[in-house]
């Protein structure tokens, strides 16, 4: 029997605008590196595995807020989230020491244009980036919103956390041209078409939050909607049936069913 590789923790962020033009919600997304491993080519929300910096932040607690009450596990996925987002994106979920509001774009773009590029090649620390320019990290601006784990039987297995979060004011985002090739602010409704004509590839778990994300109409509704509600496990399970192959995962979960057809077996 094969041994079952354990799932490696892992975050990652729906950062959503309202788009005045279309009057539809917007999400961040990137185009994975086609030399990437795991899922390359995709079109994914910014994110990836929590490291040995994540958890060296929550012994610092003066380098973030919102965390009241959380165990050393919720707070390293939430940690992970934010420095992945700025690391992929350059957008950064944090306040300025003893502010209220959240850092302005041109603060943000100034320790983007600073420290990416070193935090990314492992030159400087993610704490240390936050300590040297007086950032908190804005823990309380994520909501949780999907977990999913690999199946077992998979060379690479992830536990990740889904959470929502607001865009901070004119931050914009790019992507950093190494993981991911580009960028774009997408509805869902247009990259779940993308994904349908072949302009997308999209990951199985990536559509089925657009597909719940795209019933809201508005951040804040998002928002509210999942704020508080409890969390459904998922862990995909393969099946073959007549020559396809279908993907079970719980019902109650809250996507949009329990058994989908992914394809026929090659």
């Known amino acids: 029997m094969a041994e079952v590789v354990a799932p490696r923790p892992a975050s990652t962020i729906l950062l959503l605008r309202d788009s005045a033009e279309r009057k539809e919600i917007e999400v961040f997304m990137m185009v994975r590196h086609y030399e990437i491993d795991f899922n390359s080519g995709a079109l994914v929300f910014p994110g990836g595995s929590v490291d040995k910096g994540d958890k060296e932040i929550i012994a610092r607690p003066e380098l973030y807020s919102g965390g009241e009450g959380f165990d050393e596990a919720t707070l390293s996925f939430r940690i992970a989230a934010i420095r992945e987002t700025f690391e992929e994106s350059g957008i950064l979920l944090a306040r300025p020491k003893g502010a ?15 420290h990416r590029a070193d ?12 300590a040297d320019n007086g950032m908190v990290l804005a823990l309380d601006e994520l909501v949780p919103y999907a977990h999913w784990i690999t199946p077992e039987g998979m060379p690479k297995r992830f536990d990740t956390w889904f959470f929502l979060a607001a865009a901070p004011p004119e931050q914009v985002g790019a992507h950093d041209g190494r993981e991911s090739t580009d960028s774009i602010w997408v509805s869902p409704r247009e990259a779940l078409e993308g994904g349908e004509s ?28 999942s704020r508080g509600k409890s969390v459904v496990t998922v862990t995909p399970v393969m099946t073959r049936n007549n020559g396809g192959r279908q993907l079970r995962i719980p019902l109650e979960a809250g996507y949009d069913g329990d058994v989908f057809e992914v394809g026929s077996v090659g």
Not at 120 to 130: A, E, G, N, R, W
């Open 198 to 225: 072949g302009r997308f590839k999209l990951p199985f778990p990536t559509t089925r939050n657009l597909i719940k994300l795209g019933r809201q109409a508005s951040v804040k509704a998002a928002l509210d909607d």
């Open 119 to 130: 935090l990314c090649d492992s030159k400087i620390s993610f704490p240390q980036v936050l």
């Open 100 to 114: 209220t509001a959240l850092v302005d774009a041109k603060r943000a773009s100034e320790i983007e244009a600073a």
